[in-house]
């Protein structure tokens, strides 16, 4: 009855979560959509609705995030949301975007007024564009052409750590001083992707650089890499935002949080160097 539910996991935000959450002595239930392998995960597919009531009648505390590739954020996490209220969570931590309440209508902001407005205690995380993107999805185009391939021309993103989004969650999920609010994460500093590809080139030993593509080729790509159309206009949506200098802004937060300086982009690099190798 005391677990603490994490749904995505086995992604790079919740894996660290569960990693770290079980180092600090918490009991964790970690859903997957597939079949359960192991005493503490449980099936449950936000597409369905399928093993929600058994989920969150096992745990009272709940990480909630939609897995990328789909965009009814709202859709999909409001049975999520209703079971936290049925069943009494004591925290709800809500992952979205940096930048997901510019836009009241789009489903992300839906989707954290779905949790603001259910009386629930919750925190809502907003994190900048991930470092990890480098090694995940952007990874074809630097292994195929030694270039980061975005349309987002010489604008600058301060970009963060999977791994902080995961110790913010950690901490905030048996936080019982804080009132609920919104968080934006972000790195230390803003990086242009000429400085990206520099430190990536640096701690991989690789030769890698950045070409500025138009739009049309980022969606073509996007589409060849089997991405849904809409998720694909979703991204050049969100990457035309980022090359009009919407991901440069730097926060504070994650320090307030963890007490420490979010981790820098070269240490990123550095452990992720086999990536690029
Ligand atoms: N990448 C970025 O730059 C960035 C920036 C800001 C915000 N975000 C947000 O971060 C989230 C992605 O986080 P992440 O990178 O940690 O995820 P991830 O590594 O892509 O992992 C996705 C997770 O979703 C689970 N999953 C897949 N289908 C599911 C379903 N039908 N029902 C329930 N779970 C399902 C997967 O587990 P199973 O396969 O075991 O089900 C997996 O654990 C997205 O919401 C995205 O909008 C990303």
Redesign the pocket.
């Known amino acids: 009855m005391s677990e603490t539910l994490i749904?995505?996991?086995?992604?790079?935000?919740?894996s660290a979560l569960a990693s770290s959450l079980t180092a600090a002595g918490h009991a964790v239930l970690r859903?997957?959509?597939?079949a359960a392998q192991e005493a503490d995960q449980i099936q449950?597919?936000?597409?369905t609705g399928e093993g929600l009531d058994a989920a969150f009648s096992r745990s009272e505390r709940v990480f909630l995030?939609?897995?990328?590739g789909l965009t009814e954020q709202h859709r999909l996490l409001g049975p999520a949301i209703a079971a936290a209220q049925s069943h009494q969570h004591k925290k709800v931590v809500l992952?979205t975007?940096?930048g997901a309440d510019a836009d009241p209508n789009s489903p992300m902001r839906q989707a954290e007024l779905l949790l603001k407005n259910s009386g629930l205690p919750y925190h809502i995380l907003r994190?900048?564009?991930?470092m990890q993107?480098f090694n995940t999805f952007w990874l074809p185009a630097i292994q195929a052409t030694g270039q980061i391939l975005l349309p987002v021309g010489e604008a600058r993103g301060s970009f963060i750590d999977?791994r902080d989004i995961a110790a913010v969650a950690a901490v905030l999920l048996h936080d019982s001083e804080r009132p609920s609010q919104a968080w934006t994460l972000t790195g230390a500093e803003a990086f242009n992707h000429h400085e990206v590809a520099a430190v990536l080139s640096e701690a991989s030993g690789k030769n890698i650089g950045y070409s500025d593509i138009p739009p049309e080729q980022m969606r073509q790509m996007l589409l060849e890499a089997g991405l849904p159309a809409d998720y694909a206009d979703f991204l050049l949506l969100i990457l035309g935002a980022f090359r009009q200098g919407y991901a440069a802004a730097v926060s504070d937060h994650v320090s307030q949080l963890l007490g420490r300086t979010p981790i820098a982009l070269a240490d990123y690099a550095r452990d992720y160097r086999s990536a690029w190798a």
């Open positions: 749904i995505g996991a086995s992604g790079q935000v919740g859903a997957t959509s597939r449950l597919n936000l597409l995030m939609v897995p990328p992952m975007a940096m994190p900048n564009w991930f993107n999977a």
